[in-house]
């Protein structure tokens, strides 16, 4: 890894990673015709550059999730925004971060979020008395702790008629494994399962009521777009967020499906989970989830900019 003077102490491209992804996707693309070539991170980048070399009508496009991207090869980067038709990103936040930096990307970045496409089109699950949380995730440091600071606040505010149920994976190359962090935990209505795939977990958010995204975050780190929240969006929960998400926060507050609140303060954390036992509350925050899932808050809202732009002429080729 190359350092990073960002808030995160590494970055994520490595010449070796980049060399392993290049040799492992180019026999595959170099002889094909493809009109877009979509690159996943910085780190796959050199091959759809390279292939635009041999094939200069394809477009390019970057899509970048990782966070504060910019040094140690500002130069390279410099000339891949130049390259690139179009670049994207997870949050309207770090794209303006990304742009003060690579001023090139300026009229071609779009906003894609961490949300799922419409599959099923989601309809509010049927209620009852028990409230059912779910909270699902991999393995970090931030989850661990924040988890734990969450669980006690639990225990101390979360009425009876509410129960908790995890779903927590190692952060390790093998799928599906079960975290380990959280084996000393007992606490009446929290159970942790075993990770489920993503379409066994897709079905099953749908049996739940409320959604709990915990972290705690600094620096850029704050205007992050983690998946989970879409997920849960898109199976119809209330959401609770903590406000240290702050781009997140803001959605979740526009759509009116959920609750932010500072969770790392006991006092605002509880009642952010009492708000959420309310059974009314709690209905009424499931049916607009259920409404941005349908409109607007699903990966073929956000991507449709995106393909209008991959449908024009390329700027380049304009008279």
């Known amino acids: ?42 780190i796959t980048l050199p091959t759809g550059l390279r292939y635009k070399q041999l094939h200069p009508r394809s477009r390019i496009v970057w899509d970048e999730h990782e966070i504060g991207i910019i040094p140690p090869l500002a130069r390279c980067q410099r000339l891949a925004a130049e390259a690139c038709s179009v670049f ?23 906003c ?21 949380w779910v909270v699902i995730g991999m393995e970090s440091k931030h989850l661990i702790e924040s988890m734990r600071h969450f669980l006690a606040i639990w225990q101390e505010c979360a009425p009876p008629w ?13 799928s599906y494994v079960p975290s380990r962090a959280f084996e000393d935990v007992r606490i009446a209505n ?28 600094q620096g850029i ?3 992050a777009c983690p998946n989970k929240v879409g997920e849960y969006i898109h199976a119809g929960l209330a959401v609770l967020i903590n406000s240290d998400l702050e781009w997140y926060s803001g959605v979740i507050d526009r759509l009116g499906c959920g609750v932010s609140a500072n969770i790392a303060d006991p006092a605002s954390a509880c ?49």
């Not at 894609?112 to 509010?124: D, E, G, K, L």
């Not at 509410?162 to 093998?174: A, F, G, H, K």
């Not at 795939?197 to 972290?215: I, K, T």
């Open 1 to 42: 890894m190359f350092s990073s003077k960002h808030d995160q102490p590494t970055w994520f491209f490595s010449a070796g990673r980049c060399l392993k992804m290049h040799l492992a996707v180019w026999p595959f693309i170099r002889a094909g015709e493809y009109e877009v070539v979509w690159c996943h991170e910085f």
């Open 190 to 217: 929290v159970t942790f399962h075993d990770p489920l795939p993503q379409g066994q977990l897709a079905e099953r958010l749908r049996s739940y009521d409320v959604g709990v995204a915990p972290y705690r975050m």
């Open 112 to 132: 894609i979020p961490n949300v799922p496409t419409i599959t099923r089109p989601p309809v509010p699950a049927p209620t009852g008395d028990v409230v059912r």
């Open 271 to 319: 009642r952010a989970i009492k708000s959420l036992s309310d059974r009314a509350a709690v209905d009424a925050f499931k049916r607009r989830s259920c409404e941005a899932a349908r409109a607007s808050w699903n990966y073929d809202a956000a991507i449709a900019p995106v393909m209008a732009r991959l449908t024009e002429a390329d700027p380049v080729e304009r008279p």
């Open 162 to 174: 509410c129960t908790l149920d995890c779903y927590i994976m190692q952060n390790t190359s093998r």
């Open 88 to 110: 994207v990103s997870v949050s309207e936040a770090i794209l303006e971060h990304q742009i003060q930096s690579l001023p090139a990307l300026q009229t071609k970045a779009h």
């Open 221 to 223: 780190f704050r205007q």
